[in-house]
């Protein structure tokens, strides 16, 4: 299953490339096993969203609670996201009738 996660962060203090590095080097390989297909941090570095692969909320929540970035959460919101598989369709060929 496919969980949402969108978080609110308090003011990163310490030196922000320093903080990102340590989240990256963390979720590197979740990214080469697809345990996390996205993860966003915005622009004014105040929220982040990333979506996390488990078999239930239990376990995708221990998957972010691991996170570098931790000790700047704020909020936490989890939401299930839909069952749907969007199966790729050929494009058709272009009809120049």
Not at 17 to 30: A, C, R
Not at 67 to 94: E, T
Request: aromatic share 12%.
């Amino acid at each position: 299953m496919k969980y949402l996660f969108e978080i609110d962060l308090l003011p990163i203090d310490e030196d922000l490339t320093d903080v990102m590095n340590e989240q990256m080097h963390y979720l590197h390989p979740l990214f080469e096993s697809g345990s996390i297909p996205f993860f966003s941090l915005s622009a004014t570095k105040d929220h982040l969203w990333c979506v996390v692969l488990a078999d239930d909320e239990r376990s995708a929540m221990d998957v972010v609670s691991a996170f570098p970035l931790r000790k700047f959460f704020a909020d936490v919101a989890c939401n299930l996201l839909g069952y749907f598989h969007a199966q790729l369709q050929p494009i058709p060929a272009l009809s120049l009738n």
